[in-house]
């Protein structure tokens, strides 16, 4: 949606022309507040009076349609206070428009363009009173030539505004004028263009949704029906994180019944960048949507610390499944190596290599040790049974049944189950691993010496309270291996279950509540997300990989990332495991323009990938700083830093982000004081995120962390918007 073409007559900016359409659109955008504020009331009765939410799915579209205008009535404050215009566009038709889809979206106001129609975009759909459309939902048919309309092709739009707004106060129209020939002489049209007007603002702390200036090749991917696996790929900056998003909220819009009951799960790389993005789905009306940093995909766990490359890469490794896959089948380090008793006055023994042979009894067929407790204990039952014969007479000697049952009730039958085959939780098991001969003899054969050396040195340290985020990927391979303790299944919760007593459902709103209620409470380790969204997917690890696939057997996914902002080195075993989790069926889109970094900062971060990669594919930088980025050499990092980061802090509106290696990152944050717009992290932390300024402190020795240092380096100085400075010893890093 760059403005396409010239127009004829561009009011300028502060003219006549423009007052009166400002005052125009405050007028409309008033009238769509009370509209909102008389549905809030009566949503707030129907709900005293039980219906409320209920009526979804029951009278039809309309019906629906107030229902989630009910919700997004509660929300509206938070709107307000917190999200750019609740109506963001307006189309003026020209007369060969049709209704779509969803039906008639003529707004109830006088065409702008004769014969034709007006309708009004919006984070969701709303009608007045005579159910006309006063607002259409972004995600209906309705509104797509609003994303996808060009000059080339314009879908029957003759102007395309963008309303821009402070609560709800109209600040702002920036218009493209798509059909010059269908356009009356006096109609006016404002602005530069929307696109180039929202990327000139601050960057704040969160990422701001874009749903006003949604570009087509964007809404090519936003769009897509969800089967099988939608891959998005794009450099720095092309909106892949925002694409990820507003598909979440597509995809729930378009099938709410499949997804909101399935669940929509996206995962991002850290909890930096989980905070970062967190309020673009509320922006966008979908609270529905659970989102997780890798290092919190397993319940209980919440783990933001990195290992170091070398360690990462061996965590990572799909070798690691099958080297767990041994420990779990391992005998416990303080098992006891015997099992000796005394039944009916004759000793029965089960030694070393009994035992063992027992375990591996068990265990075959991928048996988890957890869940075949009780077999483990029948076998051992049944050996000491067995041995019986010719030591019982046969006249005397009990059947297996009874014998069994007087050992399973003895104390040391018990205390030595309990010890030999106990319930094992997988990080007692990543545990064991801090012995280096038995880490040795599960590691043998499958990683090389020198990583069974990395593997042993940080195991030794190992500390079940402190993991780090690629322990947590380990720790969900072994629960699956391991298995949980078979428990009787708790009686399901009847959802329709009044009192006591008293079984009865009077409405059907009353059933419908009660069925979303038990859709939506889903279960902390739950497993059967309709949609899974992963965004930077060029770092997830094979282990990564499998952990995330458990969560969505049935589902269909989106994933988007960046190959060449790889921290992950081995880009053939990652492909592998991901096809493992996400299945064959994909549909590819690609992204090319750059929207975030000034294009003079783009060229420094291009300059540093090409010449790793001579061939690479990159995106065009759209917009110009006017400054170029400065690089500082120095022997003395900690000052040049601290004034970097006070020059930059005066020349930026928005956010400061000081990015160091992961060695470093720590010793870098304690130069620095606490400042609210300002962010230490690491290279790897920085990915996914942006910040108006940022200073990288020793490029060299990020780019010389690991196999993937240039990559992390590239992801480094591609998350500024308007102004880059460098700290570091010398320039060899810069091309
Ligand atoms: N159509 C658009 N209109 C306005 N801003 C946009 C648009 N697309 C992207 N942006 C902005 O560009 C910036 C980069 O977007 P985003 O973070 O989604 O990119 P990315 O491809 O995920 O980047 P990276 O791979 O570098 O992390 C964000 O500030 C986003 O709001």
Redesign the pocket.
Known sequence: ?LSEGAAPARAAAGSEVEAAELSAEQRYVDRVYRRLDALRLTAAESEKAGYGIAKVGNHGAYVERDAMVYHAARRRLALDAEYEGLVFGRLDMGPGARPPDGGPASAPVEPAVPGGEVRYIGRLGLRDERYEPLVVDWRAPAAAPFYRATAADAMDVVRRRTIRSQGERVVGVEDDLLDPDAAPEDLPVIGEGA?LA??GRA?GHG??D?V????KE?DDAIRSPAAGVTIVR???????????LHRAAYLLYNDRNRFESGGVLVVGPSEVFVDYVARVLPSLGEEAVTLRALGKLVPGISADRYDPPALAAAKGSVRMARLLARAARDEAPDAPDRFRIIYKGELLTLDRKALADLRRTVLQNGARRNAVRAKAAGWVLDALWKQTDGLIPKAIRPPREETAQDIAERPEFRAFMAKWWPVLRPVDVLGWLRDPQRLRRYAEGIYSNNQIDVLTKAFRRFDPENLTVADVALVDELDELLGRPKVKAAPRKDPFHVMDGVHEVSTHADRMAAARRVATERPADYREYAHIVV??SQDVTPMQWRMIGRRGEFASWTV???PA?AAWGDAAEATRAMTEAVGTRRKEFA?TTN??NAAEIFEVAAAVIRRAEPGIALPRAVRKAGVDPRHVVTADPRTATVEAVERILGEVDGTVGVIASTARRDEVAGWLPAEERLQVVSGLEA????YDGVIVVEPGAIAAEGRSGVATLY?AL??A?QRLTTVGKDLSWLP
């Open positions: 949606m696109l929202s990327l960057t990422m701001r874009i006003a200036t949604i570009q964007q794009g450099g720095p900056g092309t909106g892949k994180t925002a694409v990820a965004d930077e988007v990332g960046d902002q992204l929207y975030r990915k996914g995120m942006e992801v591609s998350r918007t």
